[in-house]
């Protein structure tokens, strides 16, 4: 700072110097004349520097000023300062630049809105989600073209707290959830998220928990309606009593039967890997086509067809509890004097299919896709007079998505049905022998 001072006073020194030089042996008043007159000089050079400096300021493009002393440094400061100064501005906008794009690319809608809440901005996930254009809404009021009366009143009262979910403007089949955040000069940022599948799920897990009760319930109420009787009776006959036992046996077997069925699907989902090893799906076949006909009783034509004697690489536990809810399934749903087919046989790409063929009732194709949901029964009573929980279809899809497998069902009323467990070839052993025979009991009469 000291180095400052030392120019400007050495100037008044030696000008005031050189004054008293020029002035000596002339009139009184020429050395403070000349002392005037120099400092009027050095006055109207800086004065010139400092016009030179603001318009320089006040140009667009700065060429590179030079100057000496004084100026030269303060210059060389200045230019330094706008320099980082300028750096500074480039980076903002290129981290402003940097989140913009980002934001344009979120999956979540966000609109930016001004203090009277109309359109400033947008991106491309508010356009899918909430229908809004950036060529034809930026500066429209949001309230005319989200239309939802819910909408309205949380946007004005600024509810900054709670989201909101509605119906997205675009389609009824999908669910928004609306947040609104603050933003600074009055302004807000609306983010809009997808929730049509966590809603889906939630929906998913409510009818779950209702059907697991429904179904509970009735047991239940048979069993407790039987004991309660009893206790009720002052002296309860054994015989009267034991005439009801079969009757109790049998819904505690259906809860037993549901629990489960409930631990299984809840076993399969907790285990995303099976443990495999070669499963003999012939030998499999040959022994549910056995049980097929014990379960039957002699009511229907049990046929079992080995087309090949091909294995799976497997859980042997899990596709014998699939295989068999099919087999089951055809017993059950298919009236006495029906046939029922076992077929194992090549599918396509190398791949093998099991089949189970009846010549029941068949199923109305509205039903097909639906078979699988848990609890999903065509005929409701039908199915519970035979023991069911509606569980069955959901686990074999379960197992069979396990082996990279599917479910393919093919169904004409009044005709019967095939449900086919179709296997993909990397999970078939290959076997070169064709036409294995089928050494099972089949066709009682
Ligand atoms: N072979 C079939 N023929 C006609 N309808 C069938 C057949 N297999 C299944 N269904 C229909 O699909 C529904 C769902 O079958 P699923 O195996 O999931 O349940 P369930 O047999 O009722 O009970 P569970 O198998 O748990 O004892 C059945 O209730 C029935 O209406
Ligand atoms: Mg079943």
């Given at each position: ?14 000008l005031?110097?050189?004054s008293?030089l020029?002035?000596s042996?002339?009139p009184?008043?020429?050395g ?5 007159a120099?400092?009027?000089?050095y006055l ?31 210059l ?14 480039q ?6 630049e940097?989140?913009?794009?980002a934001?344009?690319?979120l999956p979540?809608g966000?609109?930016i ?5 109309r359109?400033?901005?947008?991106n ?13 809404d930026?500066?429209q009021?949001?309230l005319?073209?989200i239309r ?13 707290a709670?989201?909101?979910s ?9 669910a928004?959830?609306?947040?609104q955040?603050?933003?600074p ?5 609306l ?12 929906a ?11 179904e ?6 048979v ?5 309660e ?5 002052p002296?309860p ?5 034991r ?7 049998e ?6 039967r549901?629990?489960?069925?409930l ?8 285990e995303?890997?099976t443990?495999?090893e070669?499963?003999d799906?012939?030998a499999?076949a ?15 034509h049990?046929?079992l ?10 859980n ?16 059950r ?13 090549p ?8 089949s ?16 699988t ?14 023991g ?11 197992i069979?998505?396990?082996h ?25 052993i ?5 036409d294995?025979p089928?050494a099972?009991?089949s066709?009682?009469?």
């Amino acid at each position: 700072m000291l180095s400052f001072w030392w120019r400007p006073l050495g100037f008044a020194l030696g000008l005031a110097f050189f004054s008293l030089l020029l002035s000596s042996g002339r009139p009184p008043g020429t050395g403070w004349a000349l002392f005037s007159a120099g400092l009027l000089v050095y006055l109207i050079y800086h004065l010139r520097q400092l016009r030179k400096l603001t318009e320089w300021l006040a140009a667009d493009d700065r060429p590179a000023l030079s100057a000496d002393g004084l100026w030269g440094d303060a210059l060389y400061r200045l230019e330094k300062l706008l320099r980082s100064r300028k750096g500074a501005q480039q980076k903002a906008a290129a981290d402003l630049e940097q989140m913009l794009e980002a934001t344009r690319n979120l999956p979540d809608g966000v609109v930016i809105l001004d203090d009277n809440n109309r359109i400033q901005w947008l991106n491309q996930a508010a356009e899918r989600l909430m229908g809004l254009s950036p060529n034809r809404d930026l500066g429209q009021f949001v309230l005319y073209l989200i239309r939802h009366s819910r909408f309205a009143d949380w946007l004005l009262t600024e509810d900054y707290a709670h989201p909101l979910s509605i119906d997205s403007p675009v389609s009824r089949e999908r669910a928004l959830s609306l947040q609104q955040i603050p933003l600074p000069r009055a302004q807000k940022m609306l983010l809009a998220r997808d929730i049509t599948e966590i809603a889906r799920v939630e929906a998913m897990r409510r009818d779950f928990v209702a059907n697991v009760s429904h179904e509970l319930r009735t047991p239940i109420t048979v069993i407790v309606g039987f004991l309660e009787a009893f206790d009720d009776m002052p002296n309860p006959d054994p015989a009267e009593f034991r005439k009801h036992i079969p009757l109790m046996r049998e819904q505690s077997d259906r809860i037993r039967r549901l629990v489960d069925d409930l631990l299984t699907l809840a076993r399969l989902e907790n285990e995303p890997d099976t443990k495999d090893e070669a499963v003999d799906v012939p030998a499999m076949a040959r022994r549910l086509a056995e049980e097929a006909g014990a379960m039957s009783q002699g009511k229907h034509h049990v046929g079992l067809e080995l087309k090949c004697g091909a294995r799976l690489i497997g859980n042997s536990q899990e596709l014998y509890g699939a295989l068999a809810n099919l087999v089951s399934n055809a017993v059950r749903y298919t009236p006495a004097g029906g046939h029922i087919d076992l077929r194992w046989a090549p599918g396509e790409n190398n791949g093998m299919v099991f089949s189970v063929t009846d010549t029941g009732e068949g199923i109305e194709a509205q039903h097909i896709p639906r078979l699988t949901e848990r609890f999903y029964r065509v005929d409701r009573g039908r199915s519970r007079a035979t023991g069911g929980t509606g569980l069955g279809l959901a686990i074999v899809k379960h197992i069979l998505q396990r082996h990279q497998a599917r479910l393919r069902i093919d169904s004409i009323v009044g005709k019967g049905s095939t449900f086919s467990a179709v296997f993909p070839a990397e999970r078939v052993i290959p076997d070169k022998t064709a036409d294995v025979p089928a050494a099972a009991p089949s066709v009682p009469a």
